[in-house]
């Protein structure tokens, strides 16, 4: 089943604590992205990869790292979490961007919680 | 101004209307154009994906891009219950070139309720 894999599902972690939050496909997608969606909001772009190796920055990269050594996993890193990035994360693959019918495939979400 | 707004909800209509949703950008080289649908607590979904002036029928959902105009809009003919759910615009901005192709810019997502 193609399917994008977020883990962990929720978490609730204190300031400053180091935490990965991990994204896996299984359908050899060159295309990986992250996005945070926040009340009001609607999605906002955090990091995102053309391919192995090939990562820019969204509208709010800002405490946060990614990092795509293989094609299934692009993890998102918050090297020192703090309050204001308690948000609802997701993460998507697609073969390419913009191609059409080549829809993103979103994960199940990873609900953060940093007190 | 904001890079992309969309119409504020939430909208309400009738099972069997026609839902229309809009959204107006601002950058104008932007050439790739999407929208979404989340229902509540699920993930976002692609629901139409539009790239040349005019209407793009699929089914039930229509979208209409108006690029000298700066908008893109999403009709839902004979809406369902089933359709209720927050529609999220979306395009690549053109403004960075290069690799930004990968960015992708949502709207604020509009609140649709079909009722019975």
């Known amino acids: 089943e193609a399917q994008v894999t977020q883990n962990p599902r929720y978490l609730i972690t204190v300031t400053g604590k180091k935490l990965t939050v991990t994204c896996s496909q299984n359908?050899?997608?060159?295309?990986m992205s992250w996005y945070r969606q926040d009340p009001g909001l609607g999605l906002r772009q955090i990091y995102y990869?053309?391919?192995?190796?090939?990562?820019d920055k969204g509208d709010v990269p800002e405490g946060y790292k990614v990092s795509r050594k293989e094609k299934r996993n692009f993890p998102l890193i918050l090297e020192s979490p703090s309050p204001n990035q308690t948000s609802l994360y997701f993460c998507a693959s697609s073969p390419l961007l913009g191609a059409d019918n080549q829809p993103q495939h979103f994960g199940d979400g990873t609900r953060l919680s940093i007190l | 101004q904001k890079e992309v707004e969309q119409n504020s909800g939430p909208l309400s209509v009738p099972e069997g209307a026609i839902a229309s949703l809009n959204c107006t950008y601002s950058d104008r080289g932007s050439q790739s154009f999407f929208w979404y649908r989340q229902y509540s607590g699920k993930s976002p979904e692609l629901i139409m994906s539009?790239?040349?002036?005019g209407d793009k029928e699929d089914g039930r959902f229509t979208a209409q891009l108006n690029k000298a105009s700066q908008y893109v809009s999403l009709l839902i003919r004979d809406s369902q219950p089933s359709d209720s759910a927050t529609y999220l615009c979306a395009f690549v901005p053109a403004y960075a070139g290069g690799t930004s192709y990968g960015k992708l810019t949502f709207g604020q997502g509009t609140i649709l309720t079909v009722h019975p």
């Open positions: 359908m050899n997608h060159e295309y």
């Open positions: 539009i790239y040349s002036n």
């Open positions: 990869s053309m391919n192995v190796e090939v990562t």
